[in-house]
């Protein structure tokens, strides 16, 4: 995979959902407050990762910005379809979110 910030968004997304699979396996409380902390690092992070590219219009990183959380509430609703059906729709799911 090229170094992109598009290749990076998919991996990251890809492991997010994985930690918030097995943190939601947890007592509740704790779980939610860790699934919470963790999605605020992941758009902390893509704001960093935004800023490094280089100086980008606000009303185009507002466009990017709404398209990786598009792109990353698909990815959990595919991936967590994948992991309660069977293991063809997961690996679907994981095609096309990382790829």
Same mark, same amino acid.
């Given at each position: 995979? *090229? @170094? +992109?910030? /598009? $290749?990076?968004?998919?991996? =990251? #997304? ?7 699979? &097995?943190?939601? &396996?947890?007592?509740?409380? /704790?779980? !939610? #407050? %860790?699934? /919470?902390?963790?999605?605020? #690092?992941?758009?902390?992070?893509? *704001? =960093? &990762? %935004?800023?490094?590219?280089?100086? !980008? ?5 507002? +466009? !990017?910005?709404?398209?990786? /959380? @598009?792109?990353? #509430? +698909?990815?959990?609703?595919?991936? @967590? *379809?994948?992991?309660?059906?069977? @293991?063809? $729709? %997961?690996?679907?799911? %994981?095609? &096309?979110?990382?790829?």
């Amino acid at each position: 995979m *090229e @170094d +992109t910030f /598009n $290749t990076w968004f998919a991996i =990251t #997304r890809l492991h997010v959902w994985m930690i918030l699979t &097995r943190c939601m &396996r947890e007592p509740k409380p /704790n779980s !939610i #407050r %860790l699934r /919470n902390e963790v999605i605020v #690092r992941l758009w902390q992070d893509v *704001e =960093t &990762r %935004l800023g490094k590219l280089g100086s !980008i219009k606000p009303k185009l990183k507002k +466009t !990017i910005l709404s398209q990786c /959380n @598009d792109e990353f #509430r +698909t990815s959990l609703v595919a991936l @967590d *379809e994948g992991l309660l059906t069977d @293991d063809i $729709t %997961l690996a679907g799911a %994981l095609w &096309r979110t990382g790829f």
